[in-house]
């Protein structure tokens, strides 16, 4: 009788049987590396104000109260919270049945590829681009295509419709503001977008904004109106400052998220989460004030970085993509023995910083200017 054999023994999951479209891929995560200053991962730098935490204590403390039942199923107290701060947001009336939610955004994507995606369909995005769509394209079966970005990052509405046209997806991913880029997409590059996906035949297109909130630009929500196939995919996560929570939606005509709800686990969003989430909507304008101060900071990153004589795309989001350099990786490591970690993407020439508090931001600052000067010597 043979043994199973044990961690360590140099087993690969490509020797497992698994699904022949995961052969050879490499799991989604960031570095988290002990050093003094970590901007690498796009999360708001601020703690949650005491206030909330008082308040998330307050309504996890009622909901344990009920943890011997099962949470509400539909969430419906949170999905009628997150339709008000759209509609206050946005300007653009958003209600109940138009909103889900979920364990992240991430998990929002999953299911709508579950839902429209899955074995023998197609999904588009346009690369470089946040990875998990291709990565979650992959695990739910969902046949995965990489679409063009101009020179600058930005989608050129052209050949993204050439490219709709030629492959015929069933779902389509516009990025805005796009990582790890920074870039926004306009609302008639969307528009053009969508218009060619239905020429294909119904195809169900998703605009992530996980980063809106730190936008120069207005949401895209309002273009979801008269348009059962668009959706909008937003997160907690950034400007909530509430990456450890996991809570991400979705904003889309009410069929939608009827659809979604087909492939729901039972029960997969807790009380906990429902109830923390909660608790920071109530407090929308203190955490909104952050995300004011996060744009000035990230503007000031565009400065100085430009006037030191970097590269930089133009970001909407809460962070920065800054180079050219001949070596990315090698800029990264020395960035990193300065005390800083920031993003190598795998973007050639790039890396990805994110806005940090003002004294954070000046360490990433002091240890660019001194790779600027290794590198002028």
Known sequence: MSETPARGDGLHPDDLPIREELRGKSAYGAPQLDVPVQLNTNENPYPLPEPLVERIAERVREAARGLNRYPDRDAVELRTALAGYLTRTTGHPV?????????????????????????????????????????????????????????????????????????????????????????????????????AAQAVGPTLVVVDEAYVEFSHRPSLLPLIEGRPELVVSRTMSKAFGAAGLRLGYLAAHPAVVEAVQLVRLPYHLSAVTQATALAALEHTDTLLGYVEQLKDERDRLVAELRALGFEVTESDANFVQFGRFPDAHEAWRKILDRGVLVRDNGVPGWLRVTAGTPAENDAFLDAVRELKKEQRA
């Open 95 to 195: 209600t109940t049945d138009q909103v889900w939610a979920a364990n992240g955004s991430n998990e929002v994507i999953q299911q709508l590829l579950q839902t429209f995606g899955g074995p023998g369909r197609t999904a588009i995005g346009f690369e470089p681009s946040y990875s998990m769509h291709g990565l979650i394209s992959r695990g739910t079966g969902t046949h995965w295509i990489s679409g063009p970005r101009a020179e600058d990052f930005t989608i050129d509405p052209g050949a993204a419709a050439r490219a709709v046209a030629e492959h015929r997806p069933d779902v389509v991913f516009i990025t805005s503001p796009n990582n790890p880029t920074g870039t926004a997409v306009d609302a008639d590059t969307v528009l053009a977008l969508y218009e």
